[in-house]
């Protein structure tokens, strides 16, 4: 058995996933159907949840990319000193630590 290093792709890449195959779905639901396969309510009910994920993922890409802002701008606002605080780490945890450090001069 075989171990593979896991593959790590970005929300923005998980969102156009999700929407490609839902597009995907779309066009050939009347013939998934047509062969005895899933009903029309199912497939439907998995094109709505394919869409939501995109939508949960372009919200989390959105996350990301401010946070990134923010870990950009926290230097420029706190002096050249200023550490950011890890990278993967909440939003919350990071204004938390800024709170403990206080306001810039």
């Known amino acids: 058995m075989t171990t593979e290093t896991p593959t790590i792709f970005t929300s923005k890449q998980l969102a156009d996933c999700a929407r490609r195959e839902a597009g995907y779905r779309k066009r050939v639901i009347g013939r998934l159907v047509a062969k005895s396969g899933p009903t029309k309510r199912l497939a439907s009910r ?15 890409a959105l996350n990301e990319r401010e946070i ?13 000193g200023f550490e950011c605080h890890k990278r993967g780490a909440s939003l919350r945890e990071g204004l938390d630590e800024i709170m403990e450090r206080g306001a810039p001069p």
């Open 46 to 60: 998995q094109i709505a949840m394919l869409l939501a994920m995109a939508a949960h993922f372009d919200q989390q």
């Open 68 to 80: 990134d802002q923010l870990h950009r701008l926290l230097p420029h606002a706190f002096g050249a």
